[in-house]
């Protein structure tokens, strides 16, 4: 048994350390002293880390890009949880049909949907607006809260509920003294989930802005139009870092198993 745990240890951390090489040769490379694509570096300086800090372009499309995620995600949650409520409170014989719906954003091809957006918003005359950009990562990345919110009121046992409700209290009390603080860590994890991802998102915010409103993403491709530049490794690095704070937090502090649907399995 000690053999196989130890196997079994010994597995995990060699995929572990497979999955780390290419953040490591990421990390290294925008230390590069010169503007080289270099492992290990040469001249190690944190250069690229100033340039990227000084520049306008690159801290505009930074912002652009936490903005959106932000509020995206903000939006993505606020469909879910009364979506997800609705789907649990009622039991309704459409509600698969509902849900269906609810994650087929993110089933469907990114191109199709970005297509999709792109003729809506030229429609009503809002292509390149941030608002557009906002509105159509939170319908793309509705799927992540809805998911993890589903689990969330899966694992409320219904006699509880019952029982607050016997006890005198209404729909609004057992939602807020009940349901809430069970399904809260699901709902950070949703939040947490669509941020990340929105945050990274390329495809709909090309096809629904343009270059009108730059996000990171979009600026990195279009840097890549005029040559390499350490620049990128430092955007990439920053990128797995908020990624990995965020998770990580998550797995901290919310229990990541659980909120991945163990408990459910």
């Not at 499309?61 to 949650?77: G, M």
Request: charged content about 15%; proline content about 5%; overall charge positive.
């Amino acid at each position: 048994m000690r053999r196989a745990n130890l196997a079994g240890r010994l597995f995990m951390g060699a995929v572990a350390l497979f999955l780390a090489a290419p953040l490591v040769v990421i990390a290294g490379v925008s230390l590069n002293g010169q503007r080289r694509l270099l492992f290990p570096p040469e001249a190690p300086s944190l250069r690229w880390y100033t340039a990227f800090a000084g520049d306008a372009g690159w801290t505009g499309a930074l912002t652009n890009s936490v903005a959106i995620a932000l509020c995206s995600a903000a939006l993505a949650v606020s469909i879910a949880l009364p979506l997800s409520w609705f789907l649990w409170r009622y039991r309704v014989r459409y509600a698969r049909a509902l849900f269906t719906l609810g994650v087929a954003p993110f089933i469907l091809p990114p191109v199709v949907t970005a297509l999709g957006f792109l003729v809506f918003w030229t429609s009503v005359g809002l292509y390149g607006d941030i608002l557009a950009t906002i509105i159509s990562h939170g319908i793309f990345f509705v799927t992540l809260p809805l998911v993890n919110l589903s689990l969330g009121f899966e694992s409320i046992e219904r006699e509880t509920v019952e029982a607050a409700r016997t006890l005198g209290a209404d729909d609004r009390t057992v939602f807020r003294t009940v349901v809430l603080p069970a399904i809260l860590p699901y709902l950070l994890s949703g939040y947490a989930f669509a941020f990340v991802l929105s945050i990274n998102e390329y495809i709909v915010a090309y096809m629904v802005s343009g270059f009108t409103v730059e996000t990171v993403p979009i600026r990195i491709y279009n840097a890549l139009r005029y040559g390499y530049s350490p620049v990128m490794a430092v955007v990439a690095v920053l990128f797995v870092t908020v990624s990995l704070t965020v998770f990580g937090l998550m797995a901290r502090k919310g229990r990541l198993l659980r909120l991945l649907g163990r408990d459910r399995a």
